[in-house]
């Protein structure tokens, strides 16, 4: 028989073992997790008014930030619960704060080399452009338009560069002047031919004018010292100091791949001067890199293996591919020829049936494409060929991207919207393009079908602005500028009004609609918690002023809640 004491202290061991781990229970839960310390900012901001890109809160007039995201946004009574006494504050009396803007279409590192090379932006005669030459013989960006039109020749430079291959690219990227040496190095004479997706300008009589077009421009771009890897890292952080001062904290990179050009110069530059600046604490904004079509598997491969998100700099989008040139070029593709050359309609700079094939196939990768389309047919051709693939490949969200979308034909805008189509847009262009598109395309096509950012916004497409710097210049605030009021501060009228759109609009389509036409709007875009502490502080503390004129500059440029600009 079993002694009962013993089972008697049995049950009084397992009752005490029990009590013990209810009181354990209890003191751990009240003393340890009841009071959990409290999450305090690292600094806030204050006595601002905050434009947000935010529909849920659209104006604040606060902000709490801690490593580098944004806590607390709202009223000043709203942040008082994470203000601890290591918080900062920032007084800001009132000045207007927006988010770090992101530019949707830049060439980062070559807008770098421009400003350390021979500059042609605002020449303006024929002279000027032969006397800076002559001083140097390395490349910038001219644009004939500004001295009336007028196509520059080799013999315009021959003179003063009797012994050296000279290669000048216009400023678009789509063509592109050498001079006889370069010609004759390049075996470029009467009898060459025409590359497919390219033009040799020539005279009358056959012989090469010195200019080249699109696809064309390989013939001598081949010849060109590559840049060494010091120049392109110095050229990127130029660039970034600029775009930092103009409050742009994020880019949309397509790189330094123009038609002509090597399709390996874009993943050169991310690993001889992205990664490299990521490896070594010198990345200062961030960046959306983008690859040429035709390397879409490369691309494929590299997501599969580290994903989209290199680190919290660098973000791989997707690829790119042009479907025609450009305006100033003659190359964009339209329905009606040019007014100065009846004979021309553009330049198709792609084969049709390959450029389908590749964005299927990049698509069913689920890669995000982006095709650079000019002119009214051009943009109809992307269109109908978009539609196609999300016929084969299914529905989903893509967020395919037309880069320029600058000439468009009656009823164009409203597809846009209908088929889920980033409009990736470039407010300042309108201002280059005004003369040169009505000399080109006619007063009427000019005013009635270009740059139509209202009826895009009408028909629901997400617009994206950028600057396509070194094209033009980045400059974000003059963009918005720019499409609120739709001419120069020169003109006496718009450049048709009824396409301007609201500060508000215009602000959106640099901030949070830029962020959703790359994917990146979980986490910049929009001043939101959780969010980076991208932002911008702007010189002004009228809202109603800058509603009506656009008329601000950046004071202050912060990236993960530290000031950047000014240093």
Not at 324 to 338: K, V
Not at 355 to 382: C, P, S
Not at 431 to 442: I, P, R, V, W
Request: hydrophobic residues 40%; proline residues 5%.
């Amino acid at each position: 028989m079993k002694n009962p004491y013993y089972s008697f202290l049995w049950v009084s061991a397992s009752l005490a073992i029990l009590l013990l781990a209810l009181s354990l229970s209890y003191f751990s839960k009240s003393q340890w997790t009841s009071s959990p310390m409290p999450i305090t900012a690292d600094f806030i901001l204050t006595n601002a008014l905050i434009f947000t890109s935010d529909d849920t809160i659209p104006f604040a007039d606060s902000m709490a930030i801690r490593r580098g995201t944004l806590l607390r946004v709202g009223n000043y009574s709203s942040l008082k619960a994470v203000v601890g006494s290591g918080t900062k504050e920032l007084n800001l009396n009132g000045k207007i704060v927006v988010p770090g803007f992101i530019d949707s279409h830049v060439h980062l590192i070559s807008g770098g080399l421009q400003l350390m090379q021979l500059q042609f932006r605002g020449v303006n005669k024929k002279d000027e452009f032969v006397r800076r030459i002559a001083e140097s013989v390395q490349s910038g960006g001219w644009n004939n338009d500004l001295w009336g039109g007028d196509l520059p020749t080799a013999s315009w430079i021959d003179d003063i560069t009797p012994n050296n291959p000279v290669w000048l690219p216009r400023t678009d990227g789509h063509m592109g002047l050498a001079n006889s040496v370069a010609l004759k190095l390049a075996g470029i004479n009467n009898s060459s031919k025409d590359p497919d997706g390219g033009t040799i300008m020539r005279t009358a009589s056959g012989v090469p004018t010195g200019l080249l077009i699109d696809s064309a421009m390989k013939l001598v771009v081949s010849y060109v010292p590559e840049l060494s890897i010091d120049q392109r890292r110095e050229a990127l952080q130029r660039a970034s100091s600029l775009a930092l001062m103009k409050g742009v904290t994020t880019v949309v990179d397509f790189g330094r791949y123009f038609p002509g050009t090597s399709v390996d110069r874009p993943w050169e530059d991310l690993s001889d001067v992205y990664q490299w600046a990521d490896s070594s604490g010198k990345m200062r904004i961030r960046v959306c890199l983008f690859f040429p079509l035709e390397t879409w598997s490369r691309l494929r491969d590299v997501v599969n293996k580290v994903g989209h998100s290199i680190s919290k700099w660098i973000y791989l989008g997707g690829v790119k591919a042009f479907a025609d040139g450009s305006l100033g070029s003659n190359s964009a593709m339209f329905y009606e020829p040019y007014v100065d050359e009846p004979q021309n309609y553009g330049l198709p700079v792609a084969d049709y049936e390959k450029l389908f094939n590749m964005t299927l196939a990049a698509d069913n990768h689920m890669l995000q494409v982006a095709i650079h389309a000019i002119g009214d047919r051009t943009n109809d051709m992307i269109l109908d060929m978009y539609a196609s693939v999300i016929s084969k490949n299914g529905i989903r969200d893509r967020r395919f991207r037309i880069e320029h979308a600058q000439h468009l034909a009656p009823g164009t805008a409203d597809r846009f919207g209908e088929l889920g189509i980033i409009a990736s847009v470039q407010p300042d262009h309108l201002l280059d393009d005004f003369e040169s598109a009505t000399k080109k395309l006619g007063f009427d096509r000019a005013q009635k079908g270009s740059y139509l950012f209202g009826s895009l916004l009408s028909g629901n497409a997400t617009l994206a602005f950028g600057s396509d710097w070194p094209v033009a210049n980045i400059n974000p605030l003059g963009g918005v500028r720019t499409a609120m009021t739709r001419k120069s501060p020169a003109w006496e009228n718009a450049w048709n009004p009824y396409e301007s759109i609201s500060v508000h609009d215009a602000l959106k389509a640099h901030t949070i609609s830029a962020a959703r036409a790359c994917f990146l709007d979980k986490d910049i875009g929009s001043l939101s918690p959780g969010k980076l502490a991208d932002f911008v502080v702007l010189s002004t503390d009228s809202w109603d002023e800058f509603a009506s004129v656009g008329s601000a500059s950046v004071e202050a440029t912060y990236v993960a809640g530290i000031q950047v600009y000014p240093s």
